[in-house]
């Protein structure tokens, strides 16, 4: 893909557009006429730069004292007003940067014809990066101007930012009057000129100026297409006209499933949260109740860090040492059955006892089917084998719950 797809326009004739391919060196490629809508069907995906005709705008230069550019940008329309024709509020002003000379470039535009414009390409998805004027693209040497005759038109640059159009016919009288402007007068006028027309430049030797021709042996698009980076300088989409890149057609497909993605991310991150919420909470409340059985077990003990080892010690010192394969059993049996006791707070543990390889529990509840429950819960859990005895005393209900490894 070529860097950038070049465009010449004349607003006057939509359906004569110009366009071509220009690689880092300035060459074209695949020069093309047609209107706006063929040229849709290519341009997606390029940055465009378009050249104006020049009849559309007007180059000039102003002094404004200040060093800000926000400054200068306001004050320069009202510096320029009394040298324009047209009501400075119809108009769009671009500017260059500050020259070495204190001048500041400026390109004037109908602001309605250059909204027309790029409403025009935009709708035919089309993206304009660069608009400037064509004459900003001719060939320019210091002290030296250059003269462009092209079909009925004349383009004549005077500067590094100044130029100007005028009808082929009126080209000397024109030519005159530019001169008789300067100060001083350029050394040398380099004409370019097609062989058909190379007999209209003889009028132009009543000047005084040494008159370099040159016969066009090739478009006018090469030219152009060579100085382009020159004409970039002067930007006439700024302020309120910067180009903002929309996204590729070939993206908006995706725009669905995207948002899809998002929201179902987001309801998982949700989901996420809401579980941990859960386990946390399910770890507090068990961390409670090993404290609460701890403390039960230790009354006087005052700090709950290190349970478990101070559990197994106490366990070594009621049983003269004990044997860790037992102390191990018991400390996984009464972990296999936690979870049937957790959120429970129908049933007391009024004391344990270990030996022979089970454990007997006595547990008091306010219901049979509390007790009942918590046996069922018990036989869900792989490896325990659970055997539970109950009576009834008064309002109370009692049992022994016997707890021993299956097989």
Request: overall charge neutral; glycine content about 4%.
């Amino acid at each position: 893909m070529a860097d950038t797809l070049l465009i010449l326009y004349n607003p006057d004739n939509k359906d004569q557009l110009q366009w071509g391919f220009v690689n880092d060196q300035g060459t074209p490629d695949k020069l093309t006429y047609g209107s706006i809508t063929e040229l849709s069907n290519i341009a997606r995906g390029y940055r465009a730069t378009l050249l104006l005709n020049s009849s559309h705008v007007n180059l000039t230069q102003v002094k404004i004292p200040s060093q800000n550019r926000q400054r200068q940008l306001q004050a320069i329309p009202y510096a320029l007003e009394d040298q324009l024709a047209d009501d400075i509020d119809d108009l769009h002003f671009a500017a260059g940067k500050k020259q070495a000379d204190d001048n500041i470039p400026v390109i004037t535009i109908n602001r309605a014809l250059l909204d027309h414009l790029i409403l025009d390409f935009k709708n035919a998805g089309v993206f304009i990066d660069t608009l400037s004027a064509d004459v900003l693209a001719l060939p320019f040497n210091n002290n030296q101007w250059t003269l462009l005759i092209d079909n009925q038109r004349a383009l004549i640059r005077t500067g590094h930012f100044t130029g100007f159009y005028c009808d082929l016919n009126i080209v000397p009288v024109f030519l005159q009057a530019l001169i008789n402007q300067q100060e001083s007068s350029p050394e040398l006028l380099h004409i370019y000129v097609p062989e058909h027309l190379a007999s209209e430049v003889e009028s132009l030797k009543i000047t005084d100026l040494e008159i370099n021709i040159e016969i066009l042996k090739e478009s006018v698009f090469s030219i152009f297409a060579r100085n382009l980076s020159s004409a970039r300088q002067l930007n006439i989409l700024q302020g309120t006209y910067t180009p903002k890149r929309e996204s590729s057609g070939l993206i908006k497909p995706w725009k669905s499933v995207a948002a899809i993605f998002v929201a179902w991310l987001v309801l998982q991150l949700i989901y996420a949260g809401f579980e941990s919420y859960q386990l946390e909470n399910q770890n507090r409340e068990l961390a409670g109740l090993i404290q609460k059985e701890f403390k039960k077990a230790n009354p006087e003990a005052n700090k709950y860090n290190n349970m478990r080892k101070r559990m197994e010690n106490k366990l070594k010192e009621a049983r003269g040492g004990g044997d860790n394969k037992d102390d191990q059993l018991f400390l996984q049996l009464l972990s296999d059955a936690t979870p049937a006791f957790i959120n429970n707070q129908k049933i007391t543990i009024n004391g344990m006892v270990f030996r022979n390889k089970f454990i007997d529990i006595d547990l008091q509840a306010d219901s049979l089917q509390t007790l009942e429950a918590v046996k069922t819960k018990l036989t869900t859990i792989p490896g325990l084998k659970t055997v539970i005895s109950t009576s009834v005393e008064k309002d109370k209900v009692k049992g022994r719950l016997r707890l021993e490894t299956q097989g």
